[in-house]
T-cell receptor
Framework: QKEVEQDPGPLSVPEGAIVSLNCTYSNSAFQYFMWYRQYSRKGPELLMYTYSSGNKEDGRFTAQVDKSSKYISLFIRDSQPSDSATYLCAMTQNYGQNFVFGPGTRLSVLP | DTEVTQTPKHLVMGMTNKKSLKCEQHMGHRAMYWYKQKAKKPPELMFVYSYEKLSINESVPSRFSPECPNSSLLNLHLHALQPEDSALYLC???????????????FGPGTRLTVL
C-alpha cells in the first residue's frame, strides 16, 4: 500500500462545476496537509495548507481534513478553465519530517 | 515575497558535460530542497539542506552533487549524466524545522533538463 493515494484522473468537468479532489493516507502521524496546483511544465504552486482535522476556505477553494478516516479533500467551486492543472496533495509530520506527495490528479475544466 | 527562482529554465547537455543548476530564495527560509520530477509523476525528493548543511540524501547517484553556499542559494552540479536523468528539476524552500509550524514548501518553476 502506498503511503498516500490519489485518483490520477484525468478528471474532466464543465466550466462552473464543483470539483472534488481527494487523497487517502496510511500514516496516522501526518498532521499538516497541503494542496499544490501544478500547470504543465511548471513547478507546483501551494494552494492551501491545513493543520489536523477541519475545514479551511480560501475563495473558491475549500480544504477538508478528516484524520479519523485518513482522508483529505479539496473542493473547487465555480470551476474555471484556468483551474485545469494537476493537483497534488502533500502531507508531513511535525517539524519537517517525512514530507510526502500524492501522485496527483489531472483536472480539465472544459469551457 | 514567496518566490523561489531557478536558472536556467531549460538545459540540454551531453553525457560528458558538466553543468550546474541554480536556485535562490529570499524568504528567510533555512531549509532548501532538490526534487526530480518525471512526466505525469509527483516530485521525488533528492536532497535536503537545513541551515546550509546537507541533512537528507535520498540515495542519489554521485553524478548529482548539491551545494549550499549560503542560506539563500542552492546549487546542483551535474556531471556525466545519463539520458534517463532527463526530467524537471525543482527547487523548494521552507521554514526550518526549529521555527515550528508546517513544513510548507514553496517551489520554483523548475529547470527542464534534457541529456542527450
Amino acid at each position: 500500500q502506498k503511503e498516500v493515494e490519489q485518483d490520477p484522473g484525468p478528471l474532466s468537468v464543465p466550466e462552473g462545476a464543483i470539483v472534488s479532489l481527494n487523497c487517502t493516507y496510511s500514516n496516522s502521524a501526518f498532521q499538516y496537509f497541503m494542496w499544490y496546483r501544478q500547470y504543465s511544465r511548471k513547478g507546483p504552486e501551494l494552494l492551501m495548507y491545513t493543520y489536523s482535522s477541519g475545514n479551511k476556505e480560501d475563495g473558491r477553494f475549500t480544504a477538508q481534513v478528516d484524520k479519523s478516516s485518513k482522508y483529505i479533500s479539496l473542493f473547487i467551486r465555480d470551476s474555471q478553465p484556468s483551474d485545469s492543472a494537476t493537483y497534488l496533495c502533500a502531507m508531513t509530520q511535525n517539524y519537517g519530517q517525512n514530507f510526502v506527495f500524492g501522485p496527483g490528479t489531472r483536472l480539465s475544466v472544459l469551457p | 515575497d514567496t518566490e523561489v527562482t531557478q536558472t536556467p529554465k531549460h538545459l540540454v547537455m551531453g553525457m560528458t558535460n558538466k553543468k550546474s543548476l541554480k536556485c535562490e530564495q529570499h524568504m528567510g527560509h533555512r531549509a532548501m530542497y532538490w526534487y526530480k520530477q518525471k512526466a505525469k509523476k509527483p516530485p521525488e525528493l533528492m536532497f535536503v539542506y537545513s541551515y546550509e548543511k546537507l541533512s537528507i540524501n535520498e540515495s542519489v547517484p554521485s553524478r548529482f552533487s548539491p551545494e549550499c553556499p549560503n542560506s539563500s542559494l542552492l546549487n546542483l552540479h551535474l556531471h556525466a549524466l545519463q539520458p534517463e536523468d532527463s526530467a524537471l528539476y525543482l527547487c523548494a524552500s521552507s521554514q526550518s524545522p526549529l521555527a515550528g509550524g508546517p513544513d510548507t514548501q514553496y517551489f520554483g518553476p523548475g529547470t527542464r533538463l534534457t541529456v542527450l
